[in-house]
């Protein structure tokens, strides 16, 4: 199965505002929207961005998403110890007939 | 408020078949969403791997697709998921979920509900 790529690791320091990108095609991202979760080691994921750019209630402001083109990006500003986590975009892919997850990015906060 | 809540063996022996459920309570299934499984290895990351609509629509992760079988029941509320033949490589947390995939005015929801999740275990 074709995924989207993220990078498998980013960092940041308190305060600091950090990006993950999640690359995908024109089946995927291209044409569908982008979801992100946020996972805690041992938990269920959670959503935190649903329709490329909207907040489900109860996420702070300060995670926003976008889309452009085959890509989505998540932002994390005012970075905090507690958004140390593993983050995953996913879209429908109209080829595959299937939703297809990024690989994952742990985001670790210095 | 929605809760799914996933049953599993546990503990499953290679070449067998696993057989998982998912009860969901708070709504009914048939009204509609597209009732999905998920899993995750140690380690690494989400993968997909089926869901069903009560019209019948049914979609299968093209990887998986020949050792799957998903399925309703909405007298019990709750839906199924059978896999063939499992190797070690299925070892994993399976979560059922909720994927609300119609889009109303440009808004697609997509997964947004998630069970706590049932370790699976393959091995002899």
């Known amino acids: 199965q074709s995924v989207p790529s993220q990078p498998p690791s980013a960092s940041g320091t308190p305060g600091q505002r950090v990006t993950i990108s999640c690359s995908g095609s024109y089946s995927n991202i291209g044409t569908n929207t982008v979801n992100w979760y946020q996972q805690f080691p041992g938990t269920t994921p959670r959503l935190i961005i649903y329709s490329n750019n909207l907040r489900p209630s109860g996420v702070p402001i300060r995670f926003s998403g976008s889309r452009s083109g085959t890509s989505a990006s998540l932002a994390i500003s005012g970075l905090q110890s507690g958004d140390e986590a593993d983050y995953y975009c996913a879209s429908w892919d109209d080829s595959q007939k299937a939703v297809v997850f990024g690989g994952g990015t742990k985001l670790t906060v210095l | 408020q929605v809760e799914l809540q996933e049953s599993g063996p546990g503990l499953v022996k290679p070449s067998e078949t696993l057989s998982l459920a998912c009860v969901v309570s708070g709504y009914p299934i048939s009204r509609g969403y597209h009732w999905t499984w998920v899993r995750q290895p140690p380690g690494k990351g989400l993968e997909w791997m089926a869901s069903?609509?009560?019209?019948?629509?049914?979609y299968y992760n093209p990887s998986l697709k020949s050792r799957l079988t998903i399925s309703l029941d909405t007298s019990k509320n709750r839906f199924s998921l059978k896999m063939t033949s499992v190797t070690a490589a299925d070892t994993a947390v399976y979560y059922c979920a909720r994927d609300e995939r119609h889009c109303s005015g440009g808004v697609c929801p997509g997964i947004d509900v998630w069970g706590q999740g049932t370790t699976v275990t393959v091995s002899s």
């Open positions: 069903s609509h009560p019209s019948g629509t049914t």
